[in-house]
């Protein structure tokens, strides 16, 4: 299976509604920024990163693909994904430049367009190749429901909406000002009752004395994880505030390295583990962080389940995977979407990693990748 073509692409899809914000940005559009990898044998693989839409930095990320990683993987065979993850990751054009950002989403994007190629060529989807089911369903938590931007009545609407369709689970957004966000998550608790888990997510915004003061006022509504409460690189401060509450820490989503998670995992510093191949340099390098979790025993919740499309075979076939997170913005996009049905993904039947676009969205939502 000779490589004979590696072409980016930039998609821009619509949120829901016409902007959603958390607490650092407020965006309109998603973007995935991928690549199509074609082979002597016909096939076709597909894979992505996601960016907050902005062309100008897409385009540079398209632009790494086509001209530092494209010439290393002509005339290679696509099978080889272990080896070709290593040569791209020792790319010499690339050293210096970066070992996490660009360098990585786009070696993110060609690694999963390489997987999705090795399961078509074995006519299997991806979680049979990564070894089989090792669970009968994977349950599905919305965050959907949950942005800063969603007014208080709203976001209880939102919530009890999201149970009576058969949610288990639930994230809100945190990260504007304590005594709000502790207001919002008391309305949301009482509303969805004692049995629906209730995960919060700051993205990074607040410092340790105010996650200090927010976790004293919100312990006892039985918060299942605190996503990104600090700073995405500061183990210490995150070790700090696991030893200081009950609420168990999460994070993963802006971290870019296998080394980078470790460094967490050493220090005690998280609870819940949240790796992301479209962030990561691809499900090669999310495979290993799963690994190790495993081996600390810490359960696994991959990053927007749907907005990777990989992440749902992942949890399927990975048993430190404990639940995986709805966001549906870029679903419809794909051939074989990821899909919840009554709370839980369900099992993706086609082979492949579900990463192949729909005519109708690439005709509709293209950029220009260069
Ligand atoms: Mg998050």
Request: proline fraction near 6%; aromatic fraction near 8%; glycine fraction near 8%.
């Amino acid at each position: 299976m000779k490589i004979m073509s590696v072409e980016p692409f930039i998609l821009h899809v619509p949120v829901t509604g016409s902007q959603i914000a958390d607490s650092t940005h407020t965006i309109s559009h998603w973007g995935v920024v991928g690549v199509k990898i074609g082979t002597d044998n016909g096939l076709e693989g597909y894979g992505f990163t996601g960016t907050h839409s902005h062309l100008p930095s897409d385009q540079l990320i398209t632009r790494c693909i086509e001209t530092c990683h494209a010439p290393l993987l002509m005339g290679e065979d696509a099978h080889d994904v272990n080896r070709l993850w290593l040569k791209l990751a020792r790319n010499p054009a690339l050293q210096w430049v970066g070992r996490a950002g660009i360098t990585t989403l786009s070696h993110a994007a060609i690694d999963v367009a390489l997987w999705d190629l090795k399961a078509k060529a074995a006519g299997m989807p991806l979680w049979k190749l990564l070894g089989g089911q090792v669970r009968d369903k994977v349950r599905a938590y919305n965050t959907d429901i949950g942005w800063l931007s969603i007014a208080d009545d709203k976001l209880v609407e939102g919530a009890k909406r999201a149970v009576a369709d058969g949610f288990t689970g639930i994230k809100i957004k945190v990260g504007s000002t304590v005594e709000r966000d502790l207001r919002r998550l008391e309305a949301v608790r009482k509303a969805i009752g004692p049995d629906v888990t209730l995960a919060i997510d700051g993205n990074g915004k607040w410092d340790l004395p105010t996650c200090l003061r927010f976790c004293r006022g919100a312990e006892p509504f039985d918060v299942y994880w605190f996503e990104e409460p600090l700073w995405y690189d500061d183990v210490k401060g995150h070790a700090e505030l696991a030893r200081a509450t009950r609420i168990p820490t999460a994070l993963g989503e802006q971290l870019y390295t296998q080394d980078a998670f470790s460094e967490f995992f050493h220090q005690n510093a998280i609870h819940w583990v949240q790796p992301d191949v479209t962030r990561m340099a691809g499900l090669t390098e999310v495979l290993r962080v799963c690994e190790t979790a495993h081996s600390y025993r810490l359960p696994v919740a991959p990053h927007a389940g749907d907005m990777s499309q990989v992440h749902v075979h992942l949890s399927y076939a990975h048993p430190a995977v404990q639940v995986l997170e709805y966001i549906p913005w870029i679903k419809d996009c794909f051939t074989d979407p990821a899909q919840v049905v009554d709370g839980y993904f369900k099992l993706p039947q086609e082979p492949g990693a579900g990463t192949t676009p729909t005519k109708a969205a690439w005709d509709k939502f293209q950029k220009p990748a260069r």
